[in-house]
């Protein structure tokens, strides 16, 4: 067993017909990145013990009473430098991964659209509707700090933010998700397969589905089922469906559509997914999606959301900072707010039945792991491949 | 090519949503991002020799479009790439490593040390 726990080379990601043309320095680029953020989990753990040797008994000793508040804890450990070099790293490892992504997309930016273009050409199975808005609360801020979001055009009929997303996922979760950066879309197929071994759904919806690459797995593992995957963003719509050609899986529509204002009708779908999606919504949009879940599933349909692990009230004060480091440096500002709300209430509040209420936990199928003994890595708060899944079935 | 856009300079573009500064002077955050740039640099620049080499080595004579492709051919070599960049990051990023040591175990000062050796 090696020491080190160290990533997969970068071009171990898998290719397809739109995934963008990456030269040597560019995968080693990525190579350097992928190394850095392993690095920076490990610099992270310091953290931890500054905040108990030193910033806390500092606190207590000038306050006379322990620490109150997160906000608290974040004034006080802003001062120390160990935080403060480790954030200010991770900061710029973000960056430069944006800046090293965008470098390969944007100087192919025609080739892809065209690639793209030639596969999506006379399919209807992706609609787009230049009508659709993109939500307040993705035009606030560039999520991920991916400059342009989801949604920005440089040119006509654009994909380069859906093809940066696909080119750095690998990069920032160290090779975990897989090759095809799938392994929440695997995860949730095994779960279901194994839960409700008899469920065979005729129509799926899934919800902000990207680039769709976790709907794919589902689509595939559910070869007659009509499956139908909306987003507000037409460069990730476009991007989708011709990587779903290339690979072969035809059973997807991609629709451009407001999660929380769709065209369906009531009752429509067996199943509603959504993965890593409600953290990146809005306090008022949370709700409102969630009642259309409600109104388009069917009576017995089955709903599952993956996202980031929920807070705990054993958790201790550091623990609940730290892990809202990405939501406020790595702008993702929602993710600090969702946990405020209880899965069970959000459901609840749409009219699913508390005693329908399910939560589960799931861990990505990585195809890229060869069994092989790792060692121990600490925990990469809000990176790791672990999450929580809540749901329902509709009664 | 992307001849309608300035690819380089939209590559760097800021993102929306005001950028976090974490040093208490704001020149620390600036040259720290550019040395950690020219960082990943060194180390692509390290990873292209590593390929040059190779190749050399299993054929005395290389083609830019062979450097352009190569890839790690054994996990041996994917294993032997992977380790030199924790090393290189565990190079430069040593005092980090180091505050954090001292942080665990915290030292005396010298002027300490020399005054308890002074007692030996
Ligand atoms: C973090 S991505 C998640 C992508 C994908 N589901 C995955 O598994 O990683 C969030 C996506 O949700 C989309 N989105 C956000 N709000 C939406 C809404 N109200 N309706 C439809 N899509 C939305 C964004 O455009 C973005 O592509």
């Known amino acids: ?395 | 090519m992307g001849e309608k856009i300035d690819y380089i300079k939209l590559a760097s573009n800021k993102p929306k949503g005001k950028r976090p500064y974490f040093h208490d002077d704001p020149a620390v955050e600036r040259v720290l991002n550019i040395t950690m740039a020219i960082a990943g640099e060194l180390a692509v620049m390290r990873e292209r020799m590593d390929s040059i080499e190779r190749l050399l080595e299993k054929k005395g004579s290389i083609s830019r479009e062979e450097i352009e492709t190569f890839v790690p051919e054994t996990k041996e070599q994917e294993e032997q790439r992977q380790t030199w960049h924790a090393e290189y990051i565990g190079r430069i990023l040593r005092i980090v490593q180091q505050e954090q040591e001292e942080l665990e175990n915290p030292d005396k000062s010298m002027e300490e040390i020399a005054n308890d050796i002074n007692e030996m």
């Open chain 1, 1 to 395: 067993m090696s020491v080190r726990n160290l990533p997969p080379v970068y071009n171990k990601i898998a290719q397809h017909a739109v995934f963008p043309k990456m030269n040597h320095d560019e995968r080693a680029r990525y190579n350097f990145l992928a190394n850095l953020n392993k690095h920076l989990a490990h610099v992270s753990q310091g953290n931890k013990t500054a905040f108990e040797n030193r910033v806390e008994p500092k606190f207590e000793q000038e306050h006379g009473r322990k620490m109150a508040s997160t906000e608290e804890l974040k004034e006080a450990i802003s001062k120390d430098a160990h935080y403060q070099v480790w954030s200010s790293l991770r900061r710029s490892t973000m960056e430069m991964r944006q800046q090293a992504g965008r470098s390969i997309v944007l100087r192919q930016a025609e080739e892809l659209r065209d690639k793209v273009r030639a596969l999506n050409e006379g399919k209807d199975s992706l609609v787009l509707d230049d009508s659709v808005e993109v939500p307040p609360y993705l035009l606030a801020c560039d999520n991920h700090i991916m400059p342009g979001s989801y949604h920005t055009e440089l040119i006509e009929d654009d994909v380069t933010p859906a093809a940066n997303y696909d080119t750095g996922l690998f990069v920032t979760t160290a090779g975990l998700l897989g090759r095809y950066s799938d392994g929440g879309g695997k995860a949730i197929v095994s779960w279901v397969k194994k839960t409700y071994p008899d469920f065979s759904p005729k129509r799926i919806l899934d919800i902000g589905c990207g680039m769709g690459h976790n709907v794919l797995p589902i689509a595939k593992a559910f070869p007659d089922a009509e499956v139908i995957a909306i987003d507000t963003g037409a460069p990730m719509l476009r991007y989708a469906h011709a990587r779903a050609m290339d690979l072969g899986i035809t059973n997807v529509k991609f629709m451009q559509m407001d999660a929380a204002k769709t065209t369906f009708e009531d009752e429509s779908f067996d199943w509603v997914q959504s993965t890593m999606f409600f953290h990146e919504t809005g306090g008022k949009s949370i709700y409102k999606i969630m009642d259309e879940v409600y109104r388009v599933l069917k009576p017995k349909g089955l709903t599952l959301h993956i996202e980031q692990p929920q807070y705990t009230d054993d958790m201790s004060l550091f623990e609940k900072f730290i892990r809202d480091w990405d939501a406020l440096n790595n702008n993702e500002p929602y993710w600090s707010k969702m946990h405020d709300i209880e899965p069970i209430e959000l459901m609840s509040s749409s009219g699913f039945r508390e005693e329908d209420f399910m939560q589960i936990g799931a861990k990505a199928e990585n195809d890229l792991d060869d069994g092989s003994e790792k060692a121990d890595e600490p925990e990469d708060h809000g990176r790791s491949p672990i999450w929580n899944v809540f749901g329902a079935i509709k009664n």
